[in-house]
């Protein structure tokens, strides 16, 4: 691919570590474009990373792992203004209540977690690439 990886890039003007190429991309065999079911991936890339005091591994949670409802969560990603990596924290909403027509009519999935505020404000809609923290 020309894709590319960066590690510890936390600002369009600060510095990061460049580790290389991408060597191929694993997309979920069920996702099917432009949804947002099975969005996610897997990169293979060409060096392995090395982990520093701002280079860390992800946390996932266990397969079986239960998030209940009105407790929150962390959410990072670049979003469209801002020039460094934002962090938001966000409530975890029931899907009941997501997939009410006025919210978001019905698309979240039980694969999904559905977190923000109904009255608006900061949430994960207005970032470009998520990760949601659990550790």
């Not at 600002?11 to 996702?31: D, P, R």
């Not at 293979?44 to 969560?73: G, M, R, W």
Request: glycine content about 8%; overall charge negative; some cysteine.
């Amino acid at each position: 691919t020309d894709s590319f990886a960066l590690v510890g890039f936390r600002s369009w003007y600060g510095t990061a570590t460049v580790l290389g190429s991408v060597n191929f991309i694993i997309i979920h065999e069920k996702y099917r474009y432009p949804g947002v079911d099975y969005d996610i991936a897997l990169l293979k890339l060409s060096k392995q990373v090395e982990f520093t005091s701002i280079v860390h591994h992800v946390c996932l949670p266990d397969p079986y792992q239960v998030f209940p409802y009105n407790t929150y969560a962390v959410v990072t990603g670049w979003g469209p203004s801002p020039n460094a990596l934002q962090e938001a924290t966000i409530k975890l909403i029931d899907p009941q209540i997501c997939n009410r027509k006025e919210v978001y009519s019905g698309v979240i999935t039980p694969r999904m977690l559905c977190a923000g505020y109904l009255e608006g404000g900061v949430d994960a809609c207005q970032v470009d690439a998520l990760l949601f923290t659990s550790c």
